[in-house]
């Protein structure tokens, strides 16, 4: 394992930087890093990734003894890049979710050291499909499938290297929140708190349904080959066609009618052809378009089959068996717009906790955004998430 600079514990990465004006309570101009591991990472399926590369961001300062650290875990088109701006670029937006994490805030960096790395199989600087394989030329297909238990692995290592012992919390929606369940399941020694946001113990049936239409929609396209497409075209429509399902079951039925409605995107007049009549289609289209340009639509498949594979239950028998092994609090929040990931899948949840006699908060938030909204809902999640985070930290210091 080749180790990051030890400096880093004990001064924030962006403390040189720059407070952007162009957002309040930003954290300002930020760096990726990059740990490099030439440990092998021995994956969920038997097989192993014989070196790997993490990108990653920190925010904040991790405190003398270690115990203010907090792992954010990212979603499916996340990456590491949580808060703040690379550059002086006007035009450069923030991270994901730049309103959750800086001074006061939800995650708050004057309190908390919190870090975010994109995922092992993505394509924004951690080993995936698209990196070089040993013999020089990217994986493609030759990557091996991961998991999300193969995620946490992989973080793991990181911690390692940063000198953190024990997170204060670990947290994050839809598939961040997998990713942390499994922490408390696999490393439960390291993790002192549980945010379970918008998530599921256990991909549904109509989640692995929705993510083979996006498959498939790759598959077809003609520029795919195989996933040996790294020296020409890309196959861009294909991966469009994902994103534009995908964000679907991101929003509500609600949400789309209070934006789009039956609004049509030039005139009043059907046009009675096949252009883009409405103005929900031009959206989806731009969706599309946008995704293309940050994302790999290998990436695309490796992730999203890791999705369809999880289930907290593997390898237990039970899902009780599997929480058995936990002994930290846990926050789990579910909206009730959400029909990716829903009440009833967070409720499996708290009601196996409960069973098992842990300690778990269950909130659910009337709100009309879908599964996107514990990323738009910011003032009840700084309410909820930073309040569960505040009562920790006083008993912790008590």
């Not at 080749?2 to 957002?23: D, E, F, G, Q, Y």
């Not at 907290?312 to 990716?340: I, K, N």
């Not at 998430?385 to 912790?396: N, P």
């Amino acid at each position: 394992m080749i180790a990051v600079p030890l400096n880093i514990m004990t001064k924030p990465l962006n403390s040189s930087a720059r407070r952007s004006p162009r957002r309040p309570g930003s954290v300002g101009i930020v760096r990726r890093r990059y740990a490099h591991f030439e440990t092998p990472l021995k994956l969920h399926s038997g097989q192993t990734l014989e070196r790997f590369t993490l990108a990653y961001e920190t925010y904040g300062r991790l405190n003398a003894d270690g115990s203010n650290a907090i792992m954010i875990c990212h979603a499916l088109s996340g990456d590491a890049h949580v808060a703040g701006y690379h550059t002086d670029d006007p035009a450069e937006k923030p991270g994901w979710w730049d309103d959750a994490v800086g001074p006061g805030k939800m995650f708050d960096t004057d309190r908390f050291f919190v870090i975010c790395s994109n995922v092992i199989g993505g394509c924004q600087g951690s080993t995936g499909p698209s990196s070089p394989a040993p013999d020089g030329k990217p994986y493609g297909l030759r990557f091996p499938v991961i998991t999300v238990q193969d995620m946490v692995a992989a973080q793991r290592h990181l911690l390692d290297t940063l000198g953190i012992e024990k997170l204060f919390a670990v947290g994050g929606g839809s598939m961040g929140g997998m990713q942390a369940l499994q922490w408390a399941i696999d490393y439960p020694e390291r993790v002192g708190s549980v945010l379970f946001i918008a998530s599921t113990a256990r991909s549904s049936a109509q989640n692995i349904a929705f993510n083979e239409i996006g498959r498939q929609a790759i598959y077809a396209d003609v520029n795919w080959n195989g996933g040996d497409y790294y020296d020409g075209a890309r196959p861009e429509k294909g991966l469009a066609v994902a994103r534009m399902v995908g964000h679907v079951t991101y929003m509500s039925e609600r949400s789309l009618e209070q934006k789009f409605g039956r609004r049509r995107q030039n005139g009043s007049k059907p046009a009675y052809n096949f252009s883009t009549d409405f103005a929900v289609e031009s959206y989806l289209q731009y969706q599309g378009e946008k995704f293309v340009q940050r994302f790999d639509a290998n990436s695309y498949l490796y992730i999203t089959k890791a999705l369809d594979y999880y289930d907290a239950a593997d390898g237990y028998g039970s899902l009780e068996a599997a929480l058995s092994r936990t002994s930290c609090p846990f926050l789990v929040v579910s909206f009730s717009s959400d029909w990716l990931y829903t009440r009833e899948q967070a409720l499996e949840l708290v009601n196996a906790l409960e069973n098992l006699e842990r300690d778990v908060d269950y909130r659910h938030v009337e709100a009309s955004f879908g599964h996107d909204s514990f990323l738009v809902e910011v003032e009840t999640m700084t309410h909820i998430v930073g309040g569960f985070l505040d009562g920790l930290w006083e008993r912790q210091k008590a």
